[in-house]
RNA sequence: GCUGAAGUGGUGGAAUUGGUAGACACGUUGGACUUAAAAUCCAAUGUCCAUUAGGACGUACGGGUUCAAGUCCCGUCUUCAGUACCA
């Protein structure tokens, strides 16, 4: 009987299915790990070869994990609310909930072939409405939260309520949107309740806030950033104009500086940490504020170098600044509104794209040095962005580059406040070696030192203050989509108001289409029952709107990041009815051990979740701060794309090395025409599409070689792999190793499937190791030494590699076990019975098979992981001579503990043999805990 | 520009704290078994010279530290990823 793997892999799968082998229990006695994937989009393509890569390495470490008597929780669901359903949707007219379903079981199908420990019972998909209800409910958490700042973090807004009617806002220390506004008790209680929710609202996580979004009035939609080219829709190529739009923010900001203490308590790697960092932004400075000259106005800047605040010789606001229409003078308002017209039309991207070009306008305006109280001229530039800091700066060209080449352009003067510092070709930014001079009370101090200096004078002046700015914006939080989560909002008099808990979740409305209403509201516009009776708690025909306890529902949905911020928790408890997870099942599980997942996350899932975790945890319904202890990224799989070169103008294909005397075009043609030695098969291409069913072909020795391309796996360039394919032909475990094998699993690399064959024939070797002929062949004889030196060797370094992640590596030490093993004639049961528990996290159907003929009932994942003994490794010594203090001595490696007599003789055996290194004896050995060993001689 | 990662045979990639570079696999070549093919097994395979027994050179490039460097330090080049007028 040879290696049938299609029938043992539809076997146990069958058996793992059925026995329910990788249940995870809420309760144990063993230690809890929690090993998680990063969710798929089922996208309508299904999966292929890359996507299982980090699917697999969780795998074999959450089998490894179980061997090791770990209670592990491994988990898997669906992210299914998302773009392209809606887009499908929008074309053909059906369902996104029947698109979603059947990509679903088609995912479903497809990762159960590969094998995977997964307990499924507690599967989550975010568009299902048991699982949204709850994202719906985290949203009204966060409306009913405020951030204060002095216990630093979110409190319910019922407290704020009860400070306000108590002491007015004055004593309350909370992040709000406009900080200036101050009441007392008697007024607060002297407001109408929509004053007092238009305060509140200010306070609030989330809140409803005007936002500039790129605006495509074609599509009647808001485009992301990356969905705009070159100022038109990627879709259409339609005009994109800048909008303002009131949509709902996140208050993420609050939590810039604990979002980034964060990153210190987690296993990340740095490059992750780094973005986030980066994302988040951090700058610590001052600031400080100019009075306009003849205007009863100040313009307020951040600065990270207030000591060189005598060198500002203007200041420039960016064009959307409020002051801009204030300020400017008669004469140079035409200037100015054509300038600010000019800018608006171009979109951020283009004007970030554009950095060489240096333009603005002078306002006419002056403001007042805070020291000198010398005239400061004020332009406007688009080189200052109204979304970071205050939207203005004080342009100080003798330290910054930007200002200084603004000065130059403009022909404004330029002050040098440094020390021995040559301004006169650029400007000097170096902090560690400024000497500040030509500045009063500053001179002669250096950067630190006239930093502080400059802050407390400026207090004094009451002009400015120390500050730390953050680059994290607030996070919106609305989208114009159909296939999202609804929200669970209504509006009262243009005031949103939150439905009760006991009545989620909200159900997304039957709408006809799927696009946007023709007056430009989101598609849930077109929904005919999307009103809310407060009377009767339900859902209800928009008809009915004129009626006193009838209202109409918020239009817009939730972005596609809003069920991915806390999955995590849904899936230690992802029945439950009656909560998001009890508090028994959050205790127990705490959070995510180890998550892998591809880096397209660094700044966007990876941090909202942060978010969200910290938030649930302040408002006590989660024990923990972060969501994922440990990350691991792995690297994307790469497809390899066909190249055919056709003469230009003629249906005439020529071969690669010929391809330099045509003038030619480069076509992509399905991978799957190619065999390994890049030779087009003609035939399946003529008939793969009817535009090369009469081609003519030049061949080169009688063949046609394409070209190759690396690049990402997608459908438009036909390199997309699918799994099934090798699955049927090589099997699942082969698939597994073999994804390992490819390279370090954090690495990027070509799908390549020449060398599956080592790995399959690997897997072959295996089988007949345990077999005769067709008899099982394993007995009860003692085994070798060496095949105990060669087992023991095994799993040293197999158990070495799992913890580190190194998956690729042990798939050769596997091999060369097996080969070893081979070699010996091993059939000893006290062998391969720990060898097969070894191999099984890697290849778990083949280890089940053997498991079970080497007379075992239960499923091998039950089974204890191997002990390593490291008295079987008994090796040959190396020795090297080392100069220590003057003295000669001698470093001797060896591969394990050994005892003195052991070392001693080896020591004397070393010396024999290499005389001149030991040409004293060694007086005196030292063991140093480990392998190393010093003889001094 | 900045940040991060990396550069090793024909290819994917190994190499503990510095300690015999190229494990393992693919590919290639030769052989065995076959009528033949497939499958399987065996041998060789960094480069160059000896063509035996051995020697020299080799981890992007140039220096340095060290008894010893793929690994550490300085400089240069290249590639990939992320990010960008952040005041």
Not at 506 to 524: A, C, D, H, N, S
């Given at each position: ?604 899932h990876l941090l909202y979740s942060r978010f969200w975790t910290k938030f649930l945890n302040d408002r006590g319904y989660l024990p923990v701060e972060e969501p994922f202890k440990k ?307």
């Amino acid at each position: 009987m040879s290696y049938d793997f299609n029938t043992i892999e539809a076997k146990w799968q069958a058996y793992w299915a059925e026995k329910e082998t990788f249940k995870a229990e809420n309760n144990s006695q063993k230690p809890k790990y929690y090993v998680l994937d990063m969710f798929p989009y089922p996208s309508g393509a299904g999966l292929h070869v890359g996507h299982p890569l980090g699917y697999i390495a969780s795998d074999i470490y959450a089998r490894y994990k179980r061997h090791k008597g770990f209670n592990v929780l491994h988990p898997q669901g669906y992210d299914s609310f998302g773009l392209p359903a809606e887009q499908y949707a929008i074309q053909t007219g059906q369902h996104p909930a029947i698109t979603t379903k059947d990509n679903i079981a088609r995912y479903r199908q497809q990762l159960d072939k590969i094998g995977f420990s997964f307990d499924w019972s507690r599967e989550v998909r975010t568009s299902g409405p048991e699982y949204y209800k709850w994202t719906q409910w985290i949203f009204i958490e966060l409306f009913n939260s405020w951030y204060d700042i002095d216990t630093n973090k979110a409190r319910a807004i019922k407290e704020l309520e009860t400070i306000f009617s108590a002491k007015g806002n004055t004593t309350v220390n909370a992040v709000s949107d406009d900080e200036t506004i101050v009441f007392t008790s008697q007024e607060w209680n002297s407001f109408t309740d929509k004053e007092k929710q238009a305060i509140l609202l200010q306070y609030r996580l989330t809140y409803l806030a005007e936002t500039e979004v790129n605006w495509c009035p074609e599509l009647g939609t808001v485009l992301a950033n990356d969905e705009i080219v070159n100022g038109v829709s990627e879709r259409g190529g339609y005009p994109v104009i800048r909008k303002k739009m009131t949509q709902w923010s996140m208050r993420i900001s609050a939590y810039a500086e604990r979002l980034l203490q964060g990153l210190e308590t987690i296993d990340w790697t740095d490059s992750l940490k780094e973005s986030q960092r980066n994302w988040i932004g951090k700058s610590v400075g001052a600031s400080v504020t100019f009075n306009v000259k003849e205007y009863d106005e100040v313009i307020e800047v951040f600065t990270t170098r207030p000591d060189t605040i005598f060198g500002v010789t203007f200041m420039t606001l960016a064009p959307e600044h409020e002051l801009v229409a204030k300020i400017t003078t008669p004469e140079q308002k035409n200037k100015v509104n054509a300038y600010i017209e000019a800018t608006a039309k171009r979109s951020e991207r283009e004007r970030m794209a554009d950095v060489k070009t240096i333009s603005g306008v002078f306002t006419g305006a002056y403001a007042e040095h805070p020291f000198t109280k010398e005239p400061v001229p004020i332009w406007i530039g688009d080189y200052v962005l109204a979304g970071y800091g205050t939207g203005a700066v004080m342009a100080v060209p003798c330290g910054d580059q930007r200002d200084y080449d603004f000065a130059k352009h403009f022909d404004i003067p330029i002050h040098n406040i440094f020390e021995g510092v040559d301004i006169s070709e650029e400007a000097f930014s170096d902090k560690e070696k400024t000497v500040i001079a030509n500045s009063d009370f500053l001179n002669g101090l250096t950067y630190k030192k006239a930093v502080k200096t400059a802050i407390y004078e400026l207090e004094k002046l009451g002009q400015g203050q120390g500050k730390t700015n953050y680059r994290l914006r607030d996070a919106v939080f609305s989208r114009q989509r159909y296939w999202g989560e609804p929200f669970p909002v209504y509006y009262v008099d243009g005031m949103p108001q939150m439905i009760d808990v006991e009545h989620l979740p909200i159900k997304l409305p039957e709408v006809e289409k799927y696009l946007p209403t023709e007056t430009g509201e989101p598609p849930l516009g077109r929904a005919d029952f999307w009103a809310w009776d407060v009377e009767k708690n339900e859902v209800v025909s928009n008809s009915k709107i004129d009626d006193k306890s009838v209202f109409p529902l918020e239009l817009n949905t939730m972005p596609g990041w809003a069920g991915s911020s806390w999955y995590l928790f849904r899936y230690m408890d992802a029945g439950n009815q009656n909560e998001f997870a009890s508090a028994e099942a959050l205790g127990y599980w705490q959070n995510v051990d180890l998550y892998i997942g591809g880096n397209e996350h660094a700044t966007g899932h990876l941090l909202y979740s942060r978010f969200w975790t910290k938030f649930l945890n302040d408002r006590g319904y989660l024990p923990v701060e972060e969501p994922f202890k440990k990350l691991i990224n792995q690297g994307m799989i790469l497809g390899t794309s066909a190249i055919i070169y056709r003469i230009s103008g003629s249906n005439t294909y020529v071969s690669k090395s010929l391809k330099e005397t045509y003038d030619i075009e480069e076509l992509r043609v399905d991978v799957s025409l190619i065999n390994a030695s890049d030779e087009l098969n003609i035939d399946g291409l003529k008939k793969w599409q009817p535009q090369f069913a009469d081609a003519d072909f030049k061949l080169e020795d009688g063949k046609y070689i394409v070209g190759r391309e690396v690049e990402k796996m997608s459908k438009r360039w036909y390199n997309v792999v699918n799994p099934d394919g090798i699955c049927e032909q090589y099997g699942a475990d082969s698939l597994r190793l073999y994804e390992m094998f490819l390279g370090p699993l954090e690495q990027s690399k070509p799908w390549n499937t020449a060398g599956i064959t080592g790995v399959h024939g690997f897997l072959k070797k295996l089988w007949k190791l345990y077999h005769n002929g067709d008899v099982f062949a394993v007995t009860e004889t003692a085994p070798t030494k060496d095949a105990l030196k060669t087992l023991h060797k095994t799993i040293k370094k197999v158990q070495e590699d799992i913890e580190n992640f190194s998956f690729n590596t042990s798939v050769s030490t596997f091999m060369i076990a097996v080969n070893e093993l081979t070699a010996q004639k091993c059939t000893s049961k006290e062998i391969l019975e720990p060898l097969v528990i070894l191999i099984s996290p890697y290849a778990p159907h083949i280890a089940e098979e053997l498991w079970s003929k080497l007379g075992h009932v239960d499923s091998i994942a039950t089974s204890d992981f191997p002990v390593f003994d490291a008295s079987h490794l008994v090796e040959s010594t190396k020795a090297y001579p080392i100069s220590f203090n003057g003295k000669m001595r001698f470093t001797m490696e060896l591969s394990l503990d050994l005892s003195k007599d052991e070392i001693e003789s080896a020591v004397m055996a070393y010396e024999k043999t290499q005389q001149q290194l030991a040409g004293r004896s060694p007086k005196k050995v030292i063991v140093v805990p480990g392998k190393i060993v010093n003889i001094v001689g």
